[in-house]
Every structure is written in structure tokens, then in C-alpha cells.
């Protein structure tokens, strides 16, 4: 996954990535790369370093 910071002359362009259920879903923190563990549903987060902002992507995971 990919957040872009806005305004994009933001002075802290830091966003940490999160998942609502590391058991179906992971998340690395700082690249944001989902990896599939289980089928189910998920949520991913992203976080601005201030905390003043998130976004959220909602996952399905189906069997192959």
C-alpha cells in the first residue's frame, strides 16, 4: 500500500501502517506491504506520525 501525505509540502510526510488482525492480515510498519495469512477480513490503517490523521483499507482475503 501507498499514503500520500497532503498538503505534499507537509513538513512531516511520516505515516505508520497498522492491521486490525495480525491472525489474517499483516502489515510491515513503514512500507506498508500487506501479506495474506488466513482467509477473513481485515483492516489496514495508516497513521500519520502526528497522529492527526488516518486512512483505513479494508482487506478481504479468499482462498487461492
Known sequence: MKAMVQPSDA???????????????SVTPVQGKVTAIAVGEADITVTTED???TAVCHVTITAA
Open 11 to 25: 513538513t512531516n510526510q511520516t505515516v505508520a501502517f497498522s492491521t486490525s488482525d495480525s491472525t489474517l492480515a
Open 51 to 53: 497522529g492527526g490523521k
